[in-house]
């Protein structure tokens, strides 16, 4: 038994659609805006950087689920090249983001569903945090289905999302053409705001990047990948400049209807956006964010319970974390994930720690391009199938470097010092770790009753993961598979 190759380049991208589209187009718009001064031209101008910057990120990270076509390639990566205990602190953190984003995004889809029942005012929290925790466990029974399970819940999902975004899209581009003054004003006067200062602009940038966070997802699931080499960077050069372009047509159909200070008033933009052209539609934009919300949830439980199998299968996770179901799926790593996110959905205070996990990522992004850089000097003959260009490394580890030091330069708060805290604290796990026995008698035992007792059994072979042949980004559409 072991993780089947069941996603080609159609159902690839549908996976990249689901996971980069989340709630942030239809939610949070405004912090661009708010950290743009109200400025629309720079406003926009931050979005189409964002897509840009976000591309030369997913394709510098893509060298890296082809390199090494396996799941849970970014943490098998970290190991190779700068070492176990640098894997070992992108685990920690990860072991923490992710179920912080999870129980997030769970509560925040529990509070759109169960609010119209509660018109007029706010929903109470026991009810909220039941159906999370209900849609929570019911979406890791989904995952524990097996990937194309996953994958087919996401084309019906991304089919639902795509044509509320088009929707809106389109009627901001009929506003514009009809050229009332209301709707062109904010356009007009668009660069008579002042100018954000150099730590607003990182602000924007982070809230902007946020929502095209989840393009890593087919790195996370390369062992599952048919054709990684050529099916990867194929996928994101395809999805991503269309994502790019559905978020400046909804943005710009935000602005032809709402003004700035109505944009950063407003909990959920795409609701209050209904709520002024057609009222009678809500319900429809309500169902379109909260399905955005649950594809999302399911793409970040695939993600998770991957990094989780691949440290099992390296040492630095129990043994019973790779093993698979009938469904090949990894049941412990997924129940994992579950479990963590359960206790902060329980405990909700924690939610707000998430605000801290932002320093930490763009921390493991700029790790993962050292890596690449030193893998290349120490392995020039290592097959590699992609090959990204030097120069966006290069952007990528700049990027991370302005999006860590600028607001920690410029203005410092007491959350950085809790991400740094937090996120160095993991090499202490480690070294503890490193001097635990996990081979013990009573922990053998253990791990032999939850695999009778899940059904699950460890898979049939560890390959190295190590791909062949070679591409750059021309040939890649040229040469197809045969």
């Known amino acids: 038994m072991q993780l089947l190759r069941a996603i080609g380049f159609f159902r690839g991208n549908i996976l990249i659609f689901s996971a980069t589209i989340g709630a942030g187009i239809f939610v949070s718009p405004k912090g661009v805006l708010k950290y743009s001064s109200l400025n629309v031209a720079v406003s926009l101008s931050i979005w189409a950087a964002c897509a840009v910057l976000t591309l030369i990120s997913a394709l510098s990270h893509a060298e890296l689920g082809t390199t090494f076509p396996r799941s849970g390639a970014q943490y098998y990566f970290l190991k190779r090249s700068l070492g176990s205990s640098v894997a070992f602190l992108s685990l920690w953190i990860k072991l923490f983001t992710h179920p912080l984003r999870l129980a997030t995004e769970t509560l925040l889809l529990s509070t759109y569903t169960i609010q119209p029942f509660y ?15 209900a849609i929570l466990w019911s979406l890791g029974l989904l995952n524990t289905r097996g990937v194309q399970r996953v994958a087919l819940i996401q084309t019906i999902s991304t089919v639902t999302k795509m044509t509320v975004l088009c ?73 991503l400049p269309m994502v790019a372009v559905i978020y400046l047509l909804a943005n710009v159909s935000y602005l032809a209807v709402l003004t700035p200070r109505e944009i950063i008033s407003a909990d959920a933009v795409a609701v209050t956006w209904t709520d002024k052209i057609i009222p009678s539609m809500q319900w429809v934009i309500s169902f379109g964010i909260s399905t955005s919300i649950f594809s999302s949830m399911c793409c970040t439980v695939l993600s998770a319970s991957r990094m989780i199998y691949t440290a099992s299968q390296e040492g630095q996770l129990p043994l019973i974390f790779s093993m698979l179901n009938n469904h090949s799926c990894p049941t412990m790593a997924v129940s994992q994930i579950i479990i963590l996110a359960s206790v902060v959905i329980i405990t909700s205070d924690l939610i707000n720690l998430i605000k801290y996990s932002g320093l930490a990522i763009w ?33 990528c580890i700049a990027i991370s470097l302005f ?80």
């Open 403 to 482: 999006l860590i030091l600028t607001p920690l330069i410029q203005a410092p708060k007491i959350e950085h010092v809790y991400g740094l805290i937090f996120m160095f604290s993991g090499l202490l796990c480690y070294w503890i770790h490193v001097h635990l026995n996990q081979h013990s008698a009573c922990f053998v035992k253990i791990t032999c009753y939850l695999q009778l007792l899940f059904n699950v059994s460890p898979p049939e072979d560890h390959d190295e993961g190590t791909s062949t042949g070679k591409n750059d980004l021309k040939e890649i559409f040229v040469n197809k598979k045969l």
């Open 119 to 133: 018109a007029g005012c706010p929903a109470p929290e026991l009810p909220k945090k039941c159906l999370a925790l």
């Open 363 to 395: 921390f493991l992004r700029g790790l993962h391009m050292i890596g690449l850089l030193k893998l290349r000097y120490q392995e020039p003959n290592l097959p590699r199938p992609y090959k990204v260009p030097l120069p966006f490394i290069f952007g």
């Open 167 to 239: 929707f809106i899209s389109i009627t901001g581009i009929v506003l514009l053409g009809i050229g009332k003054k209301e709707n062109v004003a904010r356009f007009e006067n668009a660069f008579d705001a002042e100018l954000p200062k150099v730590s607003q602009i990182a602000e924007a940038f982070l809230q902007g990047l946020f929502a095209y966070s989840g393009t890593s997802i087919l790195n996370s699931i390369a062992g599952e990948i048919k054709n990684p080499g050529e099916n990867i960077p194929k996928s994101l050069i395809t999805v």
